[in-house]
């Protein structure tokens, strides 16, 4: 018998019923930003855009147009249409176009057989937690923290034909020898590419550095189980699983290998073009601000630069995306 007063049952708690399989979801609510995060994206946003169209994508566009003209660059009026007339010149009637040709195809195969392949090598080998590792990562990247006028005026008195270290080196030792590194035709290129390879090699460590401190160790060790040594779990492990890596220091490599020009000119003396040191870049500089100005003229040159550049990476880039689609 229930006591007089008791209080009456507690309902049972509501059970959701389940939500049926063919019921539309609910879709969230975009996000609507206010005022001043709109104005903020613009900024942000703009600012790099309009900077890259006029500094980039305009005198790009504007360099094409003016290939196929005759221009001193002083009169506007003076712009002729020329045709192609400038490129057939360039090919066939202008002796520093193909020793330049050949002379960027040897700096790209310098670069990329010496200093990248060194920079990778001093990465890994500063990765493995060596003594004074701080120490040595500094050394080698200093030359990039350094501007180009530092870096010239460094390699100018190691390579002075008077009073220059390495030549003082070489009398110490075979007293006599008077050696002009940067005036033989047939020493100059190859000077400059030491001062070049020293720069690029820090550059390149501090990029393959920079991947392998996201390298999974367990990998290492899993080859070291298997009874693998340090070529062979570089070479079979590490190199493979940093392919993204990979192909940004093979790109910055052909690009600075094309567009080679900063330490020539500074080491070069300036405005034109040595013998013996002649590169693309450094034939559109002296066709355009020389003492002759055929804007026209080297307009095309750097047209041809573009292509050049456009075709190597384009290609490497549509087999390596081919490649990871199979």
Known sequence: MSSVGSAPPAAPPRVPAPARPDAPRARPRPLRLGRGDRLFLTVIVGIPLLALLVFVWLPALASIGLSFTSWDGIEPSDIHWVGLDNYLEIFTNYP???????????WLLFTALLPTPFGIFLAYQLDRKIRFTRFYQTAIFLPMVLSLAVVGF???????????LLNGVLNGAAPGHHIDWLGDPDLNLWAVLIASAWRHTGYIMILYL??????????????????????QTFLRVVFPALKPV??????????????????????????????????????????????????????????????VSLLAIG???AQTFRKEDQ
Do not use: C
């Open 96 to 106: 520093p176009f193909w020793p330049a040709v050949q002379h960027n195809v040897v």
């Open 154 to 164: 460094i390699w100018e008195i190691i390579y002075n034909p008077d009073n220059g």
């Open 210 to 231: 920079a991947g392998l401190k996201g390298f999974d160790p367990a990998l290492k060790e899993a080859a070291s189980l298997d009874g693998a040594n340090g070529r």
């Open 246 to 307: 990979n192909i940004i220091i093979l790109v910055v490599t052909v690009m600075e290998s094309l567009r080679a020009f900063d330490i020539v000119y500074v080491l070069g003396g300036g405005v034109g073009s040595k013998p013996g040191m002649e590169l693309l870049s450094l034939l559109i500089t002296d066709n355009i601000i020389g003492e002759s100005s055929h804007i026209g003229y080297g307009s095309a040159l750097a047209v041809v630069l573009l292509i």
């Open 315 to 317: 290609t490497f880039l």
